[in-house]
């Protein structure tokens, strides 16, 4: 395990993420929202931040590419979950996602006075990616877009920090045989840097328990066939990203996996941010 390659405009970073838009997103996530509305809001945060960090004054450095594929709006395929100008380029630079957001949305957010309160403001959203929730779980077709995808951006970057495929999905894929092989085969992709990491957040909006990161199957609910095809399906995380999870209060033990499952909103917003909150460099 290396995963040591710093992320900049000469060995940009590759972040894939793969929405899982079948019928089932139409039901309760959150406090008030859907599975669907919730993960959109989520994906629409994380590729918000990342140009931030990716953005100094008005330099803006190329330093990520980016790929968002939904599944389940067409039956057996995968689809670029991106519209507008961006809607023809399943690959997209951060000065791309920078200047073609579909639109911006004013949200309230609270922050602190500075004097131990909290005011609410107003905050620019940017939206790329609309919810949706219609259809099957075509995962195998998703993982198979991905592999192509990374498999050719890898060509033209070696020797770069390895992509980082996360894949958030709320139920069982169609077929879990070839959905296996096609994860598996995903991640066996790799750069000089070490293998594409795949990290997989199950989300649910019932009460019941969470797993965070286990580290062995014995973490999983016991006889849960489909919790132990993600866990073994799963990354192991590098240190750099152990180190993200451990700031973020989810103390994860050596050798846990990029996976949590029946995950509450929170939860996942927190995966979202291991998998993405590198560093970026000039």
Known sequence: MSYTQEISRATPGYLVILIDQSFSMCYPFGSAGTKSKECAKAVNRVLRETVLACTDGEDIKNSCDISVLGYGKLKDAAVNAFSGALAAKPVVTIQELTENCLRVETIKRKVSDGAGGLVEIDDQFPIWIEPAAVGETPMTEAFEMAHQLVQDWIETHPSSFPPVV????????????????????????????????????????????????????????????????????????????????????????????????????????????IGTKAEFRG
Do not use: C, W
Not at 173 to 186: G, H, I, M, W
Not at 246 to 258: E, F, I, R
């Open 166 to 273: 996360i894949n958030i999905t709320d139920g069982e894929a169609d077929s879990l045989p070839t959905t296996r092989k096609a994860a598996e085969a995903l991640a066996g992709l790799e750069t000089e840097d070490g293998k594409t990491l795949l990290l997989n957040a199950h989300i649910s909006g019932n009460a019941v328990q969470e797993v965070v990161l286990p580290a062995a199957p014995t973490q999983l609910p016991k006889g849960d066939s489909y919790a132990q095809f993600l866990f073994e399906t799963s990354s192991e995380l590098p240190p750099n990203m152990l180190e993200r999870a451990a700031a973020s209060g989810l103390n994860p033990t050596p050798y846990a996996k990029g996976f949590v499952y029946n995950a509450k909103l929170e939860t996942l917003i927190q995966l979202l941010e």
